[in-house]
């Protein structure tokens, strides 16, 4: 047997005698230092010295593969620990409470425990889960707690964050300009909160019920999801990271698509009943026509009403999944590197315009194709003719194709965007409701933290405002406006600044499709998307990604570089002293990474 302190001895001499012979060759090992983890003990391993596993001998070797084995068998025996003991938890809740109860519990506690073991999963958790927790939401009852049951897997990984960024002094609210106008918001909402919502949780009152604890949510609504930009800032090490969060991005576009589309299959078979009912019944959607995914949806073809919520608790959420996708998708389509992938992203932007015609989703029938108009203008992919005319070619012949075998949905939906437009023009109602919040508007101060806000309505009587700008000023006032506008001002100038800086041309096009997104939502004045899922999370997930754009063109230069320096004449004194000197600078650099 070969035991774990004379294996660690072996391997020290080893390294020892490495290092001894590289300083007899000529090599001068860098200084720094950092630890490699061999199951519960740690060795110092030199960073300049090349210690493959060529330098190990057989018996350290052996140490090596006992140890990873050793780390395989304690993570597969904390993984089942966690499963079989959060089943139990949840089976006895399902035997003295209820069924639904019990499984929301067992998978909620699973998830929260692996969450904190594997926080750096969990930021891929929680991006995976978004998209379909509408759909787990009304599996399990559809309570209003579960409708944030996807800060499960964020919460535990911006705690994992905090302490890695505290731990090696980095910052966690980035970019740092957004810091003044932040912190100007968030005396505004203090104060607007002191003001209002404390005097009435005092006063009391029928449509008082939890005034402070309504304030509080209105905050988790404003701030809650800023810090991910830092999550997925130190998410991303390096340029592969960034290609496989957009790659799985697509495919979670396609999948949410493709389980969209079914619904609609579904319901346009008679499979599923639809809406059912009489008079103004037959024009509301509901939960009750609830059909395979998702939750209310409303399908009355007799009428020409349909509306579907896709995956999403509700329709309108859907139609914002889907204009937002186009940004993503179409980031894929013409910036990856792998024809592969570039066809992957080409399906999934396809598909977005297909459910955007299917789901009767107005909005979205006229800002997804928008969004790809302004995305070929603004990033300039319309003068990349030798990429962008095979895709246009290919993307135009599936969409004419589609609308010719379908024409009369493609009518359909067109007829109810014109006489919904003709009804109440966009921007007659966003002025409309500028002058309603205005008419009620005292002093410099709003009406209250969460007063507007729909998702607040548990905690005591809100008003329905459909439109964001005229929301926010109602609820903290022209100052609380014009502040909530500097922030993403600010942010919108900081990534733009950094999409232009850019000069490598496939990281140009992911800054310039996040960039347009960012811009389009931060001015946007239609419903409130910033306030819901998923552009409450996908806006500050498209920040993260273009504030790591100039670290990742910086890690792209130094591999050229190397590679440059590689090829250098191994005979030249000067190429060689060069090279070495600069080696040593590069390790001198500290390369943190969140794991």
Same mark, same amino acid.
């Given at each position: ?30 200084k ?6 061999l ?7 030199d ?16 140490v090596?593969?006992?140890?990873a084995?050793?780390?395989?068998v ?20 399902n ?6 109860i ?47 049951a ?5 919460i ?12 090696n ?5 980035l970019?740092?300009a ?16 002191l003001?209002t ?15 402070v604890?309504m ?13 991910l930009v ?9 340029s592969?990271?960034? @290609?496989? #969060? ?5 495919? $979670?576009? &396609?999948?949410?698509?493709?389980? %969209?589309?079914?619904?609609? /299959?579904l ?11 009489t ?16 939750g ?23 139609g ?11 980031g894929?389509?013409f ?11 080409l ?7 297909v ?6 989703q107005? @909005?979205? #029938? ?5 969004s $790809?108009? &302004?995305?070929?203008?603004?990033? %300039?992919?319309?003068?990349? /003719? ?9 993307l ?5 194709y ?7 949905v493609v ?28 008419e ?12 507007a806000?729909?998702?607040?309505r548990s905690?005591?009587k ?22 909530? #506008?500097?922030?993403?001002?600010t ?40 306030d819901?899922?998923p ?8 920040a ?11 890690q792209?230069r ?8 590689q090829?250098?004449?191994e ?15 590069n390790?001198a650099k ?6």
């Amino acid at each position: 047997m070969v035991s774990r302190s004379s294996g660690k001895r072996s391997i020290k001499r080893s390294i020892k005698k490495t290092k001894k012979r590289n300083k007899q060759a000529g090599v001068t090992p860098g200084k720094s230092k950092k630890r490699i983890e061999l199951g519960k003990s740690a060795v110092i391993q030199d960073a300049g010295a090349d210690i493959s596993a060529e330098n190990l001998s057989p018996r350290q070797r052996l140490v090596l593969e006992r140890a990873a084995a050793a780390r395989r068998v304690e993570t597969v025996s904390f993984i089942l620990l966690v499963f079989f003991g959060c089943a139990f938890l949840g089976f006895l809740v399902n035997i003295l409470i209820d069924p639904k109860i019990g499984v929301a519990t067992g998978g909620a506690l699973i998830c929260l425990v692996m969450s904190f073991k594997y926080q750096r999963l969990a930021l891929y958790a929680f991006i995976i889960y978004m998209p379909i927790s509408g759909t787990v939401t009304y599996a399990l009852g559809g309570s209003p707690i579960l409708q944030i049951a996807k800060d499960i897997f964020y919460i535990p990984a911006l705690i994992g964050v905090y302490q890695f960024c505290r731990k090696n002094r980095l910052p966690i609210i980035l970019p740092k300009a957004i810091k003044p106008p932040l912190v100007f918001l968030l005396i505004i909402v203090i104060i607007t909160a002191l003001v209002t919502n404390v005097p009435d949780q005092f006063i009391g009152g029928e449509d008082n019920t939890l005034p402070v604890v309504m304030a509080l949510w209105g905050m988790k609504i404003i701030f809650g999801y800023i810090p991910l930009v830092a999550c997925i800032y130190y998410l991303i090490r390096n340029s592969d990271d960034l @290609i496989f #969060l957009l790659r799985m991005q697509a495919l $979670i576009i &396609l999948g949410a698509s493709a389980l %969209g589309f079914i619904q609609y /299959l579904l319901l346009k078979t008679g499979v599923c009943a639809g809406t059912v009912g009489t008079g103004e019944q037959l024009y509301r959607a509901s939960v009750e026509a609830r059909c395979f995914v998702g939750g209310s949806l409303l399908y009355s073809p007799t009428l020409d009403q349909i509306r579907l919520p896709g995956t999403f608790v509700a329709p309108w959420q859907w139609g914002w999944f889907l204009i937002s996708s186009a940004f993503f998708s179409f980031g894929t389509t013409f910036s990856d590197k792998s024809p592969f992938w570039r066809a992957v992203g080409l399906v999934s932007l396809v598909s977005v315009m297909v459910m955007a015609v299917v789901s009767g989703q107005r @909005i979205a #029938l006229v800002l997804v194709p928008f969004s $790809i108009v &302004l995305l070929t203008v603004l990033t %300039g992919q319309v003068v990349n /003719l030798k990429r962008f005319i095979p895709i246009g070619i290919v993307l135009g012949i599936i969409v004419l194709y589609l609308a010719a075998k379908n024409p009369d949905v493609v009518a359909t939906r067109f007829d109810s965007l014109a006489t919904r437009w003709e009804a109440s023009p966009p921007q007659q109602f966003i002025t409309d409701q500028f002058s309603q919040v205005w008419e009620k508007q005292e002093g410099i101060f709003g009406h209250g933290v969460g007063r507007a806000t729909n998702s607040a309505r548990s905690f005591g009587k809100t008003i329905l405002i459909e439109t964001y700008h005229p929301k926010t000023m109602y609820e903290l006032g022209p100052i609380g406006l014009f502040a909530l #506008l500097l922030v993403y001002t600010t942010l919108t100038v900081v990534t733009f600044r950094i999409y232009r800086a850019t000069k490598d041309k496939n990281l140009r096009s992911y800054a310039a499709s996040m960039w347009v997104f960012i811009l389009f939502m931060s001015y946007c004045p239609y419903y409130y998307p910033l306030d819901v899922d998923p552009v409450g999370v996908y806006y500050w997930m498209a920040a993260g990604i273009v504030l790591k754009i100039p670290e990742l063109e910086r890690q792209e230069r130094e591999k050229a570089a190397a590679i440059a320096l590689q090829s250098t004449d191994e005979e030249d004194p000067l190429a060689q002293s060069s090279a070495k000197s600069r080696g040593q600078r590069n390790r001198a650099k500290k390369q943190v990474h969140f794991t």
